[in-house]
């Protein structure tokens, strides 16, 4: 069927606005990632990165259990900090949602989104200040006679646990709350009809309606937290590395691009299958 010249007309107006973006997508994302693609399959040989083309990088990522370790520490903390960030968030947007009158539900979102408000590296050395020997949390249980000693709160996985959860827990509080708003009351009162108590409405009808958000949320916690190079830095020490800080490692003491590529490219793989998993979800539609 041949486009009339207003179809014409409306079709170079769309790819006009598009253009630019798919330029800017093409030069600064396309571009630079069949590079570090290619890149990937080169080797290091002295100081001389060498075309050739081989798979010992991704053969040595299985090998080494240095490099391989690193991966596995990343979905142990990413896992953890999302599971520990929906069981919080969940109970703090049901509350905004429900029991906070509208009027002031924009005042809680806002306190609640406060840490976005700061500097990503800033957060994390406030929570190194606070969970050191000598931070705010040890010196009041020891003031309070709770415990004899300071306990071990940074500088170990438990530190980057609690950094993330501080930041990500406001990220699921949204996407979570964002549902909630949406659910209409009939459907709840609908579940009481039919004889349903509290706990068997929530459990059939309001969580159901509401895992979209709840894997909207886990998604992105789970992309940025797996990604993330500055927390585990700065609260992890340099005691368990995660897999960015491995690749950091690679280019900033080894200037070994080919194997940094290579981590990088298992790493996108990662989070490739990650959305996998959750496209049902991130999908679903409320009919």
Not at 80 to 99: D, F, G, H, K, Q
Not at 174 to 200: E, H, K, M, V, W
Not at 229 to 235: K, N, R, S
Request: hydrophobic share 55%; glycine share 6%; net charge positive.
């Amino acid at each position: 069927m041949t486009a009339t010249p207003l179809e014409r007309a409306e079709r170079r107006k769309a790819w006009a606005f598009a253009l630019p973006g798919l330029l800017w997508t093409g030069l600064f994302f396309l571009v630079p990632f069949a590079y570090m693609a290619m890149l990937s399959f080169w080797t290091r040989q002295g100081r001389e990165v060498v075309a050739t083309w081989t798979l010992d990088n991704y053969v040595a990522f299985f090998e080494k259990a240095h490099l391989f370790k690193g991966l596995v520490v990343s979905l142990e903390i990413t896992a953890a900090v999302t599971v520990i960030s929906v069981l919080l968030a969940y109970p703090l947007a049901w509350i905004i949602a429900e029991r906070v009158p509208k009027r002031w539900q924009r005042f809680a979102l806002i306190m609640a989104i406060l840490p976005f408000w700061t500097s990503y590296v800033v957060r994390s050395y406030s929570w190194l200040l606070v969970l050191s020997k000598g931070g705010v949390v040890n010196q009041a249980l020891l003031w309070t006679g709770l415990l004899s000693e300071p306990l071990e709160l940074s500088a170990n996985r438990t530190g980057t646990i609690i950094g993330f959860v501080h930041f990500f827990v406001m990220l699921l509080t949204l996407t979570i709350y964002a549902n909630l708003i949406q659910l209409s009351p009939n459907y709840r009162r609908a579940a009481a009809d039919l004889g349903a108590n509290a706990f068997q409405t929530f459990w059939h009808v309001v969580l159901p309606l509401t895992l979209p958000g709840i894997m909207v949320g886990a998604f992105l916690t789970f992309v940025l937290c797996i990604g993330d190079y500055i927390t585990p830095q700065i609260l992890g020490g340099n005691n368990e590395l995660v897999l960015p800080q491995v690749i950091m490692l690679q280019l900033g003491r080894r200037a070994d691009f080919p194997m940094a590529a290579a981590l990088s490219l298992v790493l996108m793989v990662v989070v490739t299958l990650a959305y996998v998993a959750c496209a049902r979800w991130l999908k679903m539609e409320r009919t």
